[in-house]
């Protein structure tokens, strides 16, 4: 008989003999339950044992699968990455082609424009200053042939003496010789400047070369004369050169050229936006606009070169984008946001050199351009 069975008859009945015959059955049916019992328990207990266990597993396999699937996401997070990587690579890639091309159209149109202009007044100067000196000859022999005339005869007949009068004779003699030397002077100043536009388009000389920097500097310079001249309400912006004594500079001259153009061309702006400013406000304002252009040996391989504006300034934040290709703080139409982007790309690239930029709002803005002597 099940134990538990016996206990609960024991204590209830005292002991199995005093139960009545009859309950026999009854009791077998209760010990059969009871047994019954007892194994369906030991079935559960032997399930739930197989499902721990089963569950333990599986909880063993999902772990695994897990650090699979971490593992997966983060080689697909680093391939991601990599990607997005050269992705960004391709795009700046892309931007300074664009920039290269960008430049190289506004560098050959430019130089063209420049060497055309600079050819078709090359002729007609020479013509004229090649005859001034004709003209200049002529001049002197005639008015010394008039000079010896009066000499010879002192006493003029009545007609020639109010054709004297009419022409203003004496005026003539004492002008002419004056406007012959200031055309002389102007035909100078013309053939230098188409000199300069000439050496400025370097068009024959797109090549590497050993240049004169301060040769380059003087030639822009003279083709931005005419923005150094405001209005009669404002003071011309002066240029300070501090040249010092500099080697020939191997170099793309013509690029180079190009890079003190933006850089004067920005300088000039600033100034300009300046005086706009202050012409607005009192005339106490004012204060004198200069560019100062400083060039000096900055050790035995490298030469800096030095543009330095008492202009606006740019602030801080911006300071870190002006090199972005199409930055442009100025009104739609009148800035690209190339200058610097190209700027730097010839400075850097082309020439290993380094070109930055220091600014104080209020004061003014440096841009310093090194490069290396011989590349
Ligand atoms: N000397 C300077 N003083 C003040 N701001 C300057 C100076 N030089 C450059 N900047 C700032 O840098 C910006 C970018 O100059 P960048 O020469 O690249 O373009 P831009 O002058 O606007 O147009 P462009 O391509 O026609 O030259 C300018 O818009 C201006 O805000
Ligand atoms: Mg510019």
């Keep these: 008989m099940h134990r538990l069975l016996q206990r609960q008859i024991k204590k209830h009945f005292g002991n199995l003999d005093s139960i009545p015959s009859e309950w026999q059955g009854f009791l077998d049916a209760i010990d059969e339950a009871y047994c019954q019992y007892d194994d369906d328990h030991k079935m559960i207990e032997r399930s739930l044992e197989l499902s721990s266990e089963e569950l333990l597993q599986a909880n063993h396999q999902l772990r695994v699968l897990l650090t ?16 997005n990587l050269e992705l960004e690579k391709a795009l700046i890639d892309l931007q300074n082609t664009q920039v290269h091309l960008i430049q190289a159209e506004k560098m050959s149109s430019l130089g063209q424009l420049i060497a055309g202009i600079a050819h078709e007044i090359n002729n007609p100067v020479n013509f004229i200053h090649g005859n001034l000196n004709y003209l200049g000859d002529y001049t002197r022999d005639l008015l010394k042939f008039v000079k010896s005339m009066e000499q010879c005869c002192p006493v003029m007949t009545k007609d020639m003496r109010s054709l004297a009068e009419e022409i203003d004779l004496n005026f003539i003699q004492d002008d ?35 240049v004169d920097i301060h040769q380059g500097l003087d030639d822009t310079l003279l083709i931005l004369d005419h923005r150094l001249r405001f209005n009669a309400n404002a003071p011309d912006i002066q240029i300070i050169k501090q040249y010092g004594d500099l080697p020939l500079i191997s170099c793309y001259p013509g690029q180079l050229n190009q890079v003190f153009v933006n850089i004067l061309a920005n300088a000039i702006d600033a100034l300009e936006e300046s005086q706009l400013q202050a012409n607005a406000q009192t005339a106490n304002d004012y204060v004198s606009p200069f560019i100062r252009i400083q060039t000096k040996l900055i050790s ?18 911006i300071q870190q984008k002006i090199f972005n290709p199409f930055f442009t703080t100025k009104p739609v139409g009148k800035g690209t946001g190339m200058g610097m982007a190209i700027s730097y ?31």
Excluded: W
């Design 68 to 83: 699979t699937v971490e593992g997966q996401v983060s080689e697909r997070t680093l391939e991601l990455t990599k990607a």
């Design 300 to 317: 035995d391989r490298y030469v800096e070169i030095a543009i330095i504006d008492n202009g606006g300034g740019i602030p801080e934040e």
């Design 176 to 210: 002419l010789p004056k406007i012959i030397k200031s055309m002389e002077v102007g035909t100078k100043r013309i053939r230098e400047i188409v000199l300069s536009l000439r050496n400025f388009s370097h068009m024959d000389e797109v090549e590497f070369k050993r």
């Design 345 to 375: 790309q010839i400075v850097t690239e082309k020439h290993q050199g380094k070109l930055t930029c220091t600014s104080v709002v209020g004061k003014g803005t440096n841009f310093s351009i090194q490069i290396p002597i011989a590349m």
